[in-house]
């Protein structure tokens, strides 16, 4: 495509996640470093909570990785599951045999055999579960008594929560207020502001191999800024769309036109930009019948019009 055009050795801006792309910056790794120091301390339950698209998946994965071999770790990426479901996945992730018919009482007691083992052998178990407001309230309840198992010291199994803002929502229930009273550590993921957007995008030009002159000026990144709103998919996605432009186009750097193209090409800016105008429109909407309502009200109480 455009790699040997721009001197790249990958494409440095795609939205798969790739660990060694991972940004240390801002909410981030402040994220990064809760999530650790949680593990450590021992805590049952740990959440973190952004939108989409704000690099819940890569920080999860730069997190497992980072754990050193004390820790054994299952990932379920997919947590729309019933409860026996999520209990043979857990126990996949953990390469626990079972019998092909197992019910859901004995997998309980295998998964409880295998968690105090590993106790024994001084290993903590961490489970991350990824798009958690999906997960139906009965194999949340299930998850929460899972992590009943504990010793005098610590938990026997430690999860870990990532989702989008309506898991608040459904931490509110009342049917799941038990698992939310045991979440001992909680964070909120925040899309990147202008500087960190800015070192963003050179952090992975440099991990895709780029050492030329400037890419993005600085006139372009505030483009960019405006409509990804900080959002690392959406930068990725119209950073790359603006590379195939200006490769098209023979261009050496980035210009106004090419991400105005990438911009244009983007469904999910539109659609951003039509939501604030929806907004925009309801709320004068709103302002005109409260102010036309009060002017009504004034005129019948006191028979004229209020002065200017």
């Known amino acids: 495509m455009y790699l040997e055009h721009f001197g790249l050795r990958e494409i440095p801006f795609t939205i798969t996640p790739d660990t060694s792309f991972f940004y240390a910056y801002g909410s981030h790794v402040e994220a990064l470093n809760t999530l650790l120091v949680a593990v450590r301390s021992g805590e049952g339950f740990i959440k973190v909570v952004g939108e989409v698209g704000t690099g819940k998946t890569l ?16 990932y379920i990426h997919n947590p729309y599951l019933e ?28 998964l409880t055999k295998a968690l105090i ?14 798009e958690v407001q999906a997960m139906p309230e009965q194999t949340l309840e299930t998850l929460r008594l899972l992590t009943n198992l504990e010793t005098e010291k610590r938990k026997l199994l430690q999860v870990v929560l990532f989702g989008q803002p309506e898991l ?30 800015e070192g963003y995008i050179a952090h992975r030009l440099l991990v895709a191999g780029y050492h030329g002159k400037r890419l993005f000026p600085h006139a372009v990144l505030n483009e960019l800024f405006h409509a990804s709103r900080g959002i690392p998919r959406l930068i990725n996605i119209l950073s790359h769309k603006a590379l195939i432009a200006a490769f098209g186009q023979g261009a050496r750097a980035i210009g106004h036109e090419h991400m105005r ?18 907004k925009f429109a309801y709320t004068a909407l709103a302002l005109a019948t409260l102010t036309a309502l009060g002017l009504g009200a004034y005129y019948y109480y006191y028979g004229r019009w209020p002065l200017p």
């Open 59 to 74: 920080l999860c994965r730069k997190f497992l990785n980072t754990l050193r071999s004390e820790f054994v770790t299952a």
């Open 83 to 110: 409860p026996m479901t999520l209990l043979l996945a857990i126990a996949d992730e953990l390469r626990i045999k079972y019998p092909e018919n197992i019910n859901q009482h004995q997998l309980l007691k295998l």
């Open 117 to 130: 083992d590993f106790y024994a052998a001084g290993k903590r178990v961490v489970l991350c579960l990824d």
């Open 168 to 197: 608040d929502m459904v931490l509110d229930l009342p049917s799941v207020r038990q698992l939310k009273q045991r979440i001992g550590f909680s964070y909120h993921l925040s899309p990147l502001d202008r500087e960190g957007m």
């Open 261 to 278: 193209l990438a911009i244009q090409d983007t469904i999910d800016v539109h659609e951003e930009k039509k939501s604030a105008w929806i």
